[in-house]
T-cell receptor
Framework: SQELEQSPQSLIVQEGKNLTINCTSS?????LYWYKQKYGEGLIFLMM?????EEKSHEKITAKLDEKKQQSSLHITASQPSHAGIYLC???????????FGTGTRLQVTL | DADVTQTPRNRITKTGKRIMLECSQT?????MYWYRQDPGLGLRLIYY???????NKGEISDGYSVSRQAQAKFSLSLESAIPNQTALYFC???????????FGPGTRLTVT
């Protein structure tokens, strides 16, 4: 089965600092999703990457899928308290109907 | 039998009509979700429910309502369908304490 491992598991950054979260898959990724989850809430879709080398940005968040399509990175520029939450990468395991998520990265942004 | 079922699988309706999409699960999970998926996009959360008495709006709840009739059933309604609600709708369940969501097969809705 496909496994997604994220690093770091948790991160505390000062407001205004940049940060990067990584997602590594045990298998080739055919579609990689980044989600944010606020405490106690459902998932908020951030972006989807499909092609090797693809890079997408939304506001101050940029995600990239590496050429070999087994790793993705999420980069936040000039972090703000509103960026706090749990960031999850997700992928469908082949034709299965189950969306598998990474282990999650808990982000705290301090003032 | 599938653990998460959705009915109907396909539906074509006209603008202004009321429509209900149903989701049933046999996994015994407390948490249920409704998402929509549009071409080129990932799943966007419409509503979610952590138990029968707990209903919460997601990021795109406008124009939708839900009902959690029982632990196993979670329905999504479009009170007055509009064309930009044409999409693929997924129901999902999640066991509390895990990060895995199990999805139904989806309902393809077309609003003309």
């Amino acid at each position: 089965s496909q496994e997604l491992e994220q690093s770091p598991q948790s991160l505390i950054v000062q407001e205004g600092k940049n940060l990067t979260i990584n997602c590594t898959s045990s298998k080739t990724l055919y579609g990689l999703y980044w989600y944010k989850q606020k405490y106690g809430e459902g998932l908020i879709f951030l972006m989807m990457l499909q092609k090797g080398g693809e890079e997408k940005s939304h506001e101050k968040i940029t995600a990239k899928l590496d050429e070999k399509k087994q790793q993705s990175s999420l980069h936040i520029t000039a972090s703000q308290p509103s960026h706090a939450g749990i960031y999850l990468c997700g992928a469908f395991a082949g034709t299965a109907s189950k969306l598998t998520f990474g282990t999650g990265t808990r982000l705290q942004v301090t003032l | 039998d599938a653990d998460v079922t959705q009915t109907p699988r396909n539906r074509i309706t006209k603008t202004g009509k009321r429509i209900m999409l149903e989701c049933s699960q046999t996994k015994g999970h407390d948490r249920m979700y409704w998402y929509r998926q549009d071409p080129g996009l990932g799943l966007r959360l419409i509503y979610y429910s952590f138990d029968v008495k707990d209903i919460n709006k997601g990021e795109i709840s406008d124009g939708y309502s839900v009902s959690r009739q029982a632990q196993a059933k979670f329905s999504l309604s479009l009170e007055s369908a509009i064309p930009n609600q044409t999409a693929l709708y997924f129901c999902a369940t999640e066991e509390r304490g895990t990060l895995e969501q199990y999805f139904g097969p989806g309902t393809r809705l077309t609003v003309t």
